[in-house]
């Protein structure tokens, strides 16, 4: 009774963290992904880029861009603006400013499953297949599904005004040229050398560097494994080395149509045909590459 007085006391005056529930500003910007896509590594690239001379590290980032799940609501408010905001969370009518990332679903399984290793959640002898199944059934983590979640924002605001999706793999593959189209998102001018200095800060080894000197200030490292980075491998493609076979055929079986839209290869395409190849060849116009 005394903890629920004290939870209902912190949610009056805004000392609770929102999630979903607090005021958005028109000009608010959010930094959307499903969990383990590589947000992390954007909020750096985008924060190093909006403010070059407060250098983003894993104690100040998310006073640069704020997670509404691990700020308060009182914080939230008082942030100057325009608000650059982090989160998971599946379609929301009212984020009207949005750079969605997406990762290759099977990336994001084997991603996820080793945070949840790091985490506690799960010991190092949990059967990766059982997690993947978890993990198509949406059962890992609050925010749906992948394709749940991926397809809640695709549906709704692909090619609209005010979304910019990025492909977690273009991003590997050239850093500064999708920072480019960060920068024209935003109305910021794409000076080469700030672009170049925001890559250079937000490089894998300069967060790994950060993560060992301050995994213990940062909410998402501090309580959890020191032993398991937070910081893997960071490239793409490590699924098949990770994954069994069951598990890359369980993964495309549930999202191949989404899969294909987004320009990620079919390991196993003659068994992935639960969906109308009908439905799916005018997609693959979309924003494959």
Known sequence: MFQK????????VGLHYPGRDFQVFPDDIFIL?????????????IANFVYPDTPADFSN???????PDGTTKRELARMPRPRII????YFHPEYQRVIYIVRDPRDVAVSQFHFQRKRKVIDDQYPIQTFVTRFVAGETCPYGSWGENVASWLATRYNRPGFLLLRYEDMLADTARELRKVAAFLAIPPDPS???NAVKRSSAEEMRKLEKAQAMLWSSTKETRQDVPFVRAARAGGWRESLPDSAIAEV???WGHL??????DLHFADRSTNFDSRFVEPL???PAR
């Open 5 to 12: 007085l004290i939870r209902g006391t912190r949610r009056v």
């Open 33 to 45: 992904s499903f969990p383990k896509s590589g947000n992390t590594w954007t909020r750096f690239l």
């Open 61 to 67: 980032i998310n006073r640069l861009t704020p997670n």
């Open 86 to 89: 982090k989160s998971h969370q």
């Open 194 to 196: 700030r672009i170049e």
């Open 252 to 254: 495309e079986n549930a």
């Open 259 to 264: 899969m294909l839209y987004l320009g990620y």
């Open 284 to 286: 693959l116009n979309g």
